[in-house]
């Protein structure tokens, strides 16, 4: 452990409880937690502690890894009073009522055994719906490959009437593969020579058309001559339009006439010439027709010799062929095509053969996989239900536990305790009604409300308080706690009760103490000097024993309660670290309020190095206006005359903000100083953090005056 005041505290805390709560918040080894640089590694820390118990002293010895236990160990742990917990109940707005006041009262390890127990049930949860899905979804595979297994057995049952595996044997459909590659190419060169048949048969036909057309204009003119004749004539009668006898016979003629006869005989010419001329041109196709359909034949006569074995007789001859062999060409390639549809239904049923085999043993192996499933359902479903269980039993357990905690606390108690230390002119509240709802043990709830003084009116606690106002709740809460247990013990430790309260309600908490102080042992620490000399003054002299805590070493000053005091660093540097660290995460709020603290800290550390004189009427309240209607800067510029420019500058920066208006005005509880709730102005990010700086220089400065 370390040296100081709140080790100290954690020492006792440990000793009497076994558990250090530090070193829960830190997450660090708890042995680790309890050496310090002055314990040697190898021994073993330890705390012992003397107590009057029936009148009789006795003392406890706590060692680490001991298994003994305090014989009061388990009412020790609400005697410890930690500010920090009163801290988050005020700061950590974004937390629910309920776990607020569960945090306040020491209960966060239920707190975060609940939030693992729900998250290990959240957990459970999703596994089990996703084994759920995979359930789903291997029945619902499982279905479509039976249904799949059902609809090929039909096929089989339609198509195959002999035994399955030896009709689609593997070896077999090597065979007919291959037979019926052969029938397809087979089947293609018969289209081929039947069409190649038609083609010739049809240009026989044409050729036969064409010559016999050219013998009947051979029959009437020998050509050659006749054109010669006739474009010689065609030529003359073009070019001399007047001739009106014959050149030949000397018979007179009409030109005209002549004419025509001459285009008409020349175009008969031309037919005949063109005539001959498609005439070669079909027996050029035909001899080609011949070649190509020779070639074909002899594949076919082959690919029918290789799928019969026996021969194929197709003669192609240059002349008129018999028509017969298209027909017979047509019904063989009929009976080939018979035969490859037949092996093609084969094959494919064979494919579909083995799918179903696939599927056959895809589907066992599913049902395998399901059973398994099933299986694992079933453990993942009992331990889910098992957790759910055990989840609402500790749900309602722990709801009770809080639920019946703060029921036993007078709320009678906690007011008057509230009242004490928040004494004001403006004090509003009768009494406070903290009410816990544990009817859904999933959100149990809390109503905390107030009744307003002489109106009877009930009202939302929270829309009344400022965040001071919550700390002393806090406090009040936990004391009260300690009073209405019948069987607590005798002490209650406080670690810097004024760490986080404003210098308005230090001055009542110190004269509530005194009246605490006369009914139980206080063990109180503090870094704060002023509160330490103003708390020495207040408890009766006889019953005060201070101690300084400093390096590992403890002197005492002889008296007989407990003050811790520590020589730190001033404490004003504490807040302003505490407020850098709010405004960091946007927490203005908090950054604020510490902001102020860190200001309140050096003014009043100003006010007792130059001894200032305040008027007041009761001695436990001293505001900022108190120390600014005393002339508190006045009396520093007499003090310090030398830098009476430079005190009279750093005051007017100070006054020059918004904040430090309203603060050295006198600190009224209005909108501008008490602002936590939305309801109410606010300060920017950038204003806060300007004020953090500000206080930070001023501070500075300050501690240079000296």
């Given at each position: 452990?370390?040296?100081?005041?709140?080790s100290f505290l954690d020492a006792i805390e440990w000793c009497l409880t076994g558990e250090v709560e530090e070193s829960k918040t830190r997450r660090v080894d708890k042995r680790e937690f309890l050496i310090n640089k002055f314990c040697d590694k190898k021994d073993a820390p330890f705390v012992e502690i003397i107590y009057v118990h029936n009148g009789q002293e006795e003392s406890f010895c706590r060692k680490v890894n001991s298994?003994?236990?305090?014989?009061?160990?388990?009412?020790?742990?609400?005697?410890?009073?930690?500010?920090?917990?009163?801290?988050?109940?005020?700061?950590?707005?974004?937390?629910?009522?309920?776990?607020?006041?569960?945090?306040?009262?020491?209960?966060?390890?239920?707190?975060?055994?609940?939030?693992?127990?729900?998250?290990?049930?959240?957990?459970?949860?999703?596994?089990?719906?996703?084994?759920?899905?995979?359930?789903?979804?291997?029945?619902?595979?499982?279905?479509?490959?039976?249904?799949?297994?059902?609809?090929?057995?039909?096929?089989?049952?339609?198509?195959?009437?002999?035994?399955?595996?030896?009709?689609?044997?593997?070896?077999?459909?090597?065979?007919?593969?291959?037979?019926?590659?052969?029938?397809?190419?087979?089947?293609?060169?018969?289209?081929?020579?039947?069409?190649?048949?038609?083609?010739?048969?049809?240009?026989?036909?044409?050729?036969?058309?064409?010559?016999?057309?050219?013998?009947?204009?051979?029959?009437?003119?020998?050509?050659?001559?006749?054109?010669?004749?006739?474009?010689?004539?065609?030529?003359?009668?073009?070019?001399?339009?007047?001739?009106?006898?014959?050149?030949?016979?000397?018979?007179?003629?009409?030109?005209?006439?002549?004419?025509?006869?001459?285009?008409?005989?020349?175009?008969?010419?031309?037919?005949?010439?063109?005539?001959?001329?498609?005439?070669?041109?079909?027996?050029?196709?035909?001899?080609?027709?011949?070649?190509?359909?020779?070639?074909?034949?002899?594949?076919?006569?082959?690919?029918?010799?290789?799928?019969?074995?026996?021969?194929?007789?197709?003669?192609?001859?240059?002349?008129?062929?018999?028509?017969?062999?298209?027909?017979?060409?047509?019904?063989?390639?009929?009976?080939?095509?018979?035969?490859?549809?037949?092996?093609?239904?084969?094959?494919?049923?064979?494919?579909?053969?083995?799918?179903?085999?696939?599927?056959?043993?895809?589907?066992?192996?599913?049902?395998?996989?399901?059973?398994?499933?099933?299986?694992?359902?079933?453990?993942?479903?009992?331990?889910?239900?098992?957790?759910?269980?055990?989840?609402?039993?500790?749900?309602?357990?722990?709801?009770?536990?809080?639920?019946?905690?703060?029921?036993?606390?007078?709320?009678?108690?906690?007011?008057?305790?509230?009242?004490?230390?928040?004494?004001?002119?403006?004090?509003?509240?009768?009494?406070?009604?903290?009410?816990?709802?544990?009817?859904?043990?999933?959100?149990?709830?809390?109503?905390?409300?107030?009744?307003?003084?002489?109106?009877?009116?009930?009202?939302?606690?929270?829309?009344?308080?400022?965040?001071?106002?919550?700390?002393?709740?806090?406090?009040?809460?936990?004391?009260?706690?300690?009073?209405?247990?019948?069987?607590?013990?005798?002490?209650?430790?406080?670690?810097?009760?004024?760490?986080?309260?404003?210098?308005?309600?230090?001055?009542?908490?110190?004269?509530?103490?005194?009246?605490?102080?006369?009914?139980?042992?206080?063990?109180?620490?503090?870094?704060?000097?002023?509160?330490?000399?103003?708390?020495?003054?207040?408890?009766?002299?006889?019953?005060?024993?201070?101690?300084?805590?400093?390096?590992?070493?403890?002197?005492?000053?002889?008296?007989?309660?407990?003050?811790?005091?520590?020589?730190?660093?001033?404490?004003?540097?504490?807040?302003?670290?505490?407020?850098?660290?709010?405004?960091?995460?946007?927490?203005?709020?908090?950054?604020?309020?510490?902001?102020?603290?860190?200001?309140?800290?050096?003014?009043?550390?100003?006010?007792?190095?130059?001894?200032?004189?305040?008027?007041?009427?009761?001695?436990?309240?001293?505001?900022?206006?108190?120390?600014?209607?005393?002339?508190?800067?006045?009396?520093?510029?007499?003090?310090?005359?030398?830098?009476?420019?430079?005190?009279?500058?750093?005051?007017?920066?100070?006054?020059?903000?918004?904040?430090?208006?309203?603060?050295?005005?006198?600190?009224?509880?209005?909108?501008?100083?008490?602002?936590?709730?939305?309801?109410?102005?606010?300060?920017?990010?950038?204003?806060?953090?300007?004020?953090?700086?500000?206080?930070?220089?001023?501070?500075?400065?300050?501690?240079?005056?000296?």
């Open positions: 452990m370390e040296q100081g005041k709140s298994k003994t236990k305090f014989v009061f160990e388990d009412l020790a742990g609400d005697h410890f009073i930690d500010t920090k917990r009163i801290e988050n109940f005020v700061i950590d707005t974004k937390q629910s009522l309920w776990d607020r006041f569960s945090t306040l009262l020491g209960f966060e390890d239920l707190i975060e055994f609940d939030r693992r127990l729900r998250k290990l049930k959240n957990t459970a949860e999703k596994k089990y719906q996703e084994i759920t899905e995979k359930l789903r979804q291997q029945e619902k595979e499982l279905e479509g490959l039976e249904n799949r297994m059902a609809e090929l057995r039909g096929k089989f049952k339609d198509s195959v009437e002999e035994d399955l595996e030896i009709k689609l044997n593997e070896e077999e459909n090597r065979s007919r593969s291959e037979r019926f590659k052969k029938l397809q190419e087979f089947i293609i060169n018969l289209d081929g020579i039947i069409k190649e048949l038609e083609e010739k048969m049809n240009l026989d036909e044409k050729l036969k058309e064409y010559k016999s057309k050219l013998a009947n204009a051979q029959e009437m003119i020998t050509e050659v001559e006749i054109s010669e004749v006739v474009n010689t004539a065609y030529e003359y009668f073009k070019k001399t339009e007047e001739v009106t006898t014959c050149p030949v016979c000397g018979q007179p003629i009409e030109y005209y006439d002549v004419l025509r006869r001459l285009e008409n005989l020349k175009e008969n010419l031309s037919k005949i010439i063109n005539l001959k001329s498609e005439i070669r041109k079909i027996n050029n196709s035909i001899e080609q027709k011949q070649q190509s359909l020779l070639e074909t034949a002899e594949k076919v006569k082959n690919l029918y010799f290789h799928l019969y074995k026996k021969e194929l007789n197709i003669e192609i001859s240059k002349e008129e062929f018999d028509r017969n062999l298209i027909s017979d060409l047509e019904t063989i390639k009929e009976d080939a095509r018979r035969e490859s549809d037949a092996i093609n239904e084969i094959l494919r049923l064979s494919q579909e053969w083995g799918r179903y085999k696939e599927i056959k043993q895809n589907s066992e192996k599913s049902k395998i996989s399901k059973e398994t499933l099933e299986t694992r359902m079933k453990v993942v479903k009992k331990i889910y239900d098992d957790i759910c269980d055990f989840y609402e039993i500790y749900r309602r357990k722990y709801a009770e536990r809080i639920a019946k905690e703060l029921e036993n606390i007078s709320k009678n108690e906690v007011t008057l305790i509230y009242n004490k230390i928040n004494q004001s002119e403006n004090e509003v509240v009768d009494t406070f009604i903290i009410e816990p709802d544990i009817g859904n043990i999933e959100e149990p709830k809390i109503s905390f409300r107030a009744v307003i003084k002489g109106t009877q009116k009930v009202v939302d606690a929270l829309s009344i308080l400022s965040t001071g106002h919550l700390r002393c709740l806090g406090f009040a809460l936990l004391v009260a706690r300690i009073k209405s247990n019948p069987n607590s013990l005798n002490f209650i430790a406080i670690d810097d009760p004024i760490y986080s309260i404003d210098h308005e309600h230090r001055y009542n908490l110190i004269t509530y103490l005194r009246e605490l102080g006369s009914q139980y042992q206080l063990i109180i620490t503090t870094s704060d000097r002023v509160f330490y000399d103003i708390i020495k003054h207040q408890f009766n002299g006889n019953s005060f024993k201070p101690y300084n805590t400093s390096f590992g070493s403890i002197s005492n000053c002889q008296n007989t309660e407990v003050v811790l005091s520590i020589d730190i660093k001033p404490c004003y540097r504490s807040y302003i670290e505490k407020a850098e660290e709010y405004s960091y995460i946007n927490e203005i709020r908090a950054a604020s309020l510490y902001a102020r603290l860190a200001l309140e800290t050096v003014l009043f550390s100003l006010a007792e190095k130059v001894n200032l004189k305040i008027p007041y009427k009761r001695i436990h309240k001293i505001t900022i206006k108190d120390l600014m209607g005393a002339k508190l800067k006045e009396e520093l510029k007499n003090y310090f005359q030398d830098r009476s420019n430079e005190i009279e500058m750093e005051f007017q920066k100070l006054s020059h903000h918004r904040y430090f208006k309203s603060l050295l005005n006198g600190f009224p509880l209005d909108e501008e100083v008490h602002y936590p709730h939305e309801e109410r102005s606010s300060y920017t990010v950038k204003e806060v953090k300007e004020v953090i700086e500000t206080i930070k220089n001023f501070a500075q400065f300050v501690e240079s005056l000296a």
